[in-house]
């Protein structure tokens, strides 16, 4: 640190955060003095170290090991051991990202200390507000005085919510990460061999799914029986769940399971799919990105963007026995995508969110 631009503390902890990080360090750089304060929320290889590696970020200054726990007892270790960091750092500004515990964990760290906070990726609603990230985003978005909105949708949203934060469009940051990773993406049969035949690529591991055991078996069911063979990413979550369940995680004729993949080998097995099946928010977007159609096992999407284009439908986990097979049955005969893919931003997302921070400090 020279000590000759204001100081910024980065905040992350998470799979999808650490991703973000890596293009958000590289032009925030150019103008703050960065303080990387890894939470880690996510301490499995492939959810933080693979990725630190794959995505050439530099390790974090400060790496808290808050670690697995309840939803209180993960977001009050972040809040205690990022408050103690933060007091003695004092940066200008806190900057955290998305709707994980981390994020709010953070927020509310900083703001305790009077640190103003940017929020990357503000103004996003699913809907139902008890959902653990639909909270830490409305409750994030509350406590934050820069705002950057991944789409014009979100940024609307926020100038009625926030009349008094310094709200901006400045896209969304998965999408720089996405464009400057393409050239190294591998071929899918390199990643697993399954995917040298047409293949649907699948991945599970929110709550909703994982801790309601009926419905979780009825959705390895219901992949198992689809038109094209499944290759299915497996959450440390979600394998947890199924092994505490006494449910099978073993693979089949028509279901591969291999363990999470790398940020890299899972672009390459979305981007090889017919179709991906999943619940992660990232995926969504990226299929969108990659022109891949989806099918979001979740009741609702704070991505509604992708349902509104045709590049995503929702199938409730609840009704996921009779309703997935007809609707991938029609998807896969579906002529290729053809969607605008400009919703969230052109891939200069850092450097919006860089400038945001600078203007409000000015
Ligand atoms: C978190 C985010 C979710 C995000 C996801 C990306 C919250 C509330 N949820 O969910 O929004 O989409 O990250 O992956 O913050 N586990 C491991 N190894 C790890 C991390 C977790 O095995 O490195 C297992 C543990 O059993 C743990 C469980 O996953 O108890 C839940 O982990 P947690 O970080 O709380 O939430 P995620 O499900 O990963």
């Not at 071929?187 to 399954?194: G, I, Q």
Request: charged share 20%; proline share 6%; hydrophobic share 45%.
């Amino acid at each position: 640190m020279t000590g000759s631009k204001p100081l910024l503390a980065l905040c992350y902890g998470t799979r999808p955060q650490i991703i973000k990080a890596s293009v958000l360090r590289r032009a925030l750089a150019r103008d703050f003095d960065l303080v990387a304060v890894d939470t880690g929320q996510h301490y499995d290889f492939v959810l933080n170290e693979l990725l630190y590696r794959q995505l050439g970020v530099a390790a974090p200054d400060h790496y808290l090991e808050v670690g697995s726990g309840s939803h209180a007892t993960q977001t009050s270790a972040i809040l205690e051991r990022v408050a103690n960091l933060l007091a003695q750092v004092r940066p200008v500004v806190a900057a955290v990202i998305g709707d994980t515990n981390s994020t709010l964990g953070c927020a509310l760290a900083a703001s305790k200390l009077r640190i103003p906070v940017a929020h990357i990726e503000a103004g996003l609603r699913a809907g139902d507000r008890l959902m653990a990230e639909e909270l830490n985003r409305r409750a994030t978005d509350a406590l934050a005085s820069i705002l950057c909105a991944p789409s014009a949708a979100a940024a609307r949203r926020l100038e009625r919510e926030h009349p008094d934060g310094l709200v901006r469009e400045t896209g969304d940051i998965a999408r720089d990460v996405l464009l400057s990773q393409l050239p190294c993406i591998p071929t899918p049969e390199s990643v697993v061999p399954a995917a040298a035949s047409p293949y649907l690529f699948a991945t599970v591991h929110r709550a909703e799914l994982t801790d309601r055991p009926v419905i979780l078996r009825d959705v390895l069911t219901a992949l198992g029986s689809l038109p094209l063979p499944v290759v299915l990413a497996m959450h440390p979550r979600t394998r947890a769940a199924l092994e505490r369940n006494g449910l099978p995680v073993a693979s089949t004729a028509r279901l591969t399971i291999i363990p999470a993949a790398g940020y890299r080998e899972a672009l390459a097995l979305l981007r090889g799919a017919a179709a991906v099946l999943t619940d992660s928010g990232g995926i969504q977007r990226e299929a969108y990105w990659l022109g891949v159609p989806c099918v979001t096992l979740r009741a609702e999407t704070e991505w509604a963007e992708t349902l509104a284009l045709g590049a995503n439908r929702l199938v409730n986990p609840d009704h996921v026995a009779e309703q997935l097979g007809p609707v991938v049955e029609r998807l896969v005969q579906e002529p290729p995508a053809t969607w605008d893919r400009d919703a969230y931003g052109d891939g200069h997302a850092a450097e919006r969110v860089a400038a945001a921070i600078r203007d409000w400090i000015r």
